[in-house]
C-alpha cells in the first residue's frame, strides 16, 4: 500500500507506544513507525507481551501492527523517511549538578533533537510529545537550525495528557488535543497538519491550538492542578482523623459543588506515577529560575503534603501495632502507583515498603500487574520481601494488611477466609479507602481508614 505521509515516534515508552497505536488504527493511510533506542522494549512491542500494561492496548496494537503500525530499532533510517516526527522520549528529575531533583533532564530529548539533524534529507515538522520545561522549543529550534542542509524543521507542542491504567480510552476519547505552534505561516501549517491526525477521531472543538509557550506550560499547569486536588484532599484527610469527621462524605459534600466539582476527590495514600511529581518539581524550578519564589513555595507545598500522607500512613502501622513491627508480616496489597497499571514509578508503594522494612517488618507484596516493577524497585534492600500474585497467599499468617493500589479484585476478595488465615488481632490499613470497612470490623479486624474514625476491638 502507498501510505500519504510518514509518521515516526521516537521513545517507545507509556506515552509514544499506546498514541501510537491509535494513530495507526485511525488513519490506516499513514504509515507510523515508533523507534526506541531500547531493543527488548521493541521486541516487546513487536510480540503480544507488550512492555506495558494498558486495557485494550494490545487489541489496538494487534489490530495496526504490520499493517501501518511498526516498531523498530532502526532510528537513522526512520528519521530520514519520516515526514512528521513526535519526539516520546523520557524526561525525567535531573539527579545531578545545575537543578538537580528539580529541573527536567533534557539529556535525552537533546539528543533526539542532534540525531534528527544528523539523519534528515528534507524538511520535517518535529512534534514535541514528551512534557518539557517553558520554552524548550525555541532551544530545539536553534539546535535544528544550525543545519547545513538548508531543510526547515518546524517545532510543535503537543502535549499528552493520556492517564496510565486508561490510556486507549483517553486517546480515543480525549477531552482535548492540545497543539501549539509558531503564529508564523509555517508554524500555523504545521499545526494544521498535525490537527489533520487527530481530526480523524476527534471532533474539531476539542481541538485547541494555542502559541508554542502556552501548549508547553498548560501541560506542567494541568498536572500540578491535578496533584494539588490530591494534596488538598489528603491534608483535610489528615484533619478528620483528629476530629472524627469523615473524608469521603467531605469529597462528597464539597464534590457535588459543580463548580468543585468530584474527580480527583478521593483521599488516598497519596499520588505516584512518572509525571506528577517531577512536573511540579519542574515547575517549581523555572518559576525559582525567574525570582517567583512565592509562586514556587505555593506549588512545591503539593509535593510536601504528598510526602506527608505517606509518612503519616507509615507512621499509623507502627504506632497502631503496638509500636512495634519487628518481625511481623505485612501483606502489601498493590504496588502499582494506581489501578490498572503496572507501572511503580515513584509509587506510594515503594515509599512504604522501604520504611515498612527500616522496622524490620517481614513484607509480602501482592500486585496482579507491578510484581516486576516491584522486584526491581526493591532490589538490594535489607530484610525479608516476598512477591506474591495470589492474595490468599500473600496474606496467609500476615498480621496486618496494608492496601497501597485500588485494584479492584482487592475489593472482591473473601474477607472471612482471610481473617481466618491471618494472625490475630488482625490488623486493615486501608491506604485507598476502598474496602467495607463496617463489614471487616464485624468479621473481627481492627480497621485503620484514611480520614475516618478507626474501628478496633480493642478496649
Ligand atoms: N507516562 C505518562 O503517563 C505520561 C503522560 C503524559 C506525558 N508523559 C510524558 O511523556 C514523556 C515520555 O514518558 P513515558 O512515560 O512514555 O517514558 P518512558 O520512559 O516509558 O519512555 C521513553 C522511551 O524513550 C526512549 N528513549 C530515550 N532516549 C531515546 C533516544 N535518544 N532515542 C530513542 N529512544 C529513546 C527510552 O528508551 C524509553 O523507552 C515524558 O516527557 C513524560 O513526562 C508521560
Known amino acids: 500500500m502507498k501510505f500519504t505521509r510518514n509518521i515516526l515516534c521516537i521513545g517507545a515508552g507509556y506515552v509514544g507506544g499506546p498514541t501510537m497505536a491509535i494513530i495507526a488504527l485511525k488513519c490506516p493511510e499513514y504509515k507510523v513507525t515508533v523507534v526506541d533506542v531500547n531493543e527488548e522494549r521493541i521486541a516487546r512491542w513487536n510480540s503480544d507481551d507488550l512492555p506495558i500494561y494498558e486495557p485494550g492496548l494490545l487489541q489496538a496494537v494487534q489490530a495496526a501492527r504490520g499493517r501501518n503500525l511498526f516498531f523498530s530499532t532502526a532510528i537513522p533510517e526512520g528519521i530520514r523517511a519520516a515526514d512528521i516526527i513526535f519526539v516520546s522520549v523520557n524526561t525525567p528529575t535531573k539527579t545531578f549538578g545545575l537543578g538537580a531533583g528539580m529541573a527536567s533532564d533534557l539529556q535525552h530529548w537533546e539528543k533526539t533533537a542532534h540525531q534528527i539533524v544528523a539523519h534528515s534529507e528534507k524538511s520535517k515538522i518535529i512534534v514535541e510529545k514528551s512534557t518539557l520545561p517553558v520554552r524548550t522549543a525555541e532551544a530545539m529550534e536553534r539546535i535544528l537550525s544550525e543545519n547545513k542542509k538548508d531543510i526547515h524543521f518546524e517545532v510543535v507542542s503537543n502535549p499528552e495528557f493520556l492517564a496510565e491504567g486508561s490510556a486507549v480510552n483517553d486517546l480515543l476519547e480525549p477531552d482535548r488535543v492540545l497543539i501549539g505552534s509558531q503564529q508564523t505561516e509555517t508554524g500555523l501549517q504545521a499545526a494544521r497538519e498535525i490537527a489533520d491526525i487527530y481530526s480523524h477521531w476527534v471532533p474539531a472543538g476539542k481541538i485547541i491550538t494555542t502559541n508554542l509557550w502556552s501548549a508547553e506550560l498548560s501541560k506542567l499547569v494541568a498536572n500540578a492542578f491535578l496533584a494539588q486536588r490530591i494534596s488538598s484532599i489528603n491534608a483535610i484527610s489528615a484533619l478528620c482523623e483528629k476530629t472524627d469527621a469523615d473524608v469521603a462524605e467531605i469529597s462528597f459534600a464539597v464534590g457535588s459543588d459543580t463548580r468543585i466539582g468530584s474527580r480527583f476527590m478521593t483521599a488516598s495514600i497519596g499520588f505516584g506515577g512518572s509525571c506528577f511529581k517531577k512536573d511540579i518539581l519542574n515547575l517549581v524550578y523555572i518559576c525559582r529560575s525567574y525570582g517567583l519564589e512565592e509562586v514556587a513555595d505555593y506549588w512545591e507545598m503539593v509535593i510536601r503534603m504528598n510526602d506527608f500522607q505517606q509518612g503519616r500512613f507509615v507512621k499509623k502501622i507502627i504506632r497502631e501495632m503496638f509500636n512495634t513491627i519487628v518481625g511481623k508480616k505485612i501483606a502489601m496489597l498493590g504496588f ?124
Open 336 to 459: 502499582a502507583f494506581k489501578a490498572n497499571t503496572g507501572d511503580t514509578r515513584e509509587s506510594p508503594g515503594i515509599f512504604v515498603a522501604k520504611k515498612l522494612l527500616e522496622e524490620r517488618a517481614d513484607l509480602v507484596i501482592c500486585d496482579p500487574q507491578a510484581l516486576g516493577n516491584a522486584r526491581k524497585d526493591l532490589a538490594g534492600l535489607d530484610g525479608n520481601v516476598a512477591f506474591e500474585t495470589d492474595p490468599y497467599r500473600a496474606v496467609a499468617g500476615a498480621h496486618a494488611i496494608a492496601v497501597i493500589t485500588e485494584w479492584d479484585m482487592f475489593k472482591k476478595l473473601d474477607f472471612e477466609k482471610i481473617f481466618a488465615a491471618m494472625q490475630k488481632p488482625a490488623f486493615v490499613f486501608d491506604g485507598r479507602n476502598i474496602l467495607d470497612h463496617d463489614r471487616l470490623f464485624r468479621i473481627g479486624f481492627n480497621v485503620f481508614p484514611l480520614g475516618k474514625p478507626s474501628l478496633t476491638h480493642f478496649r
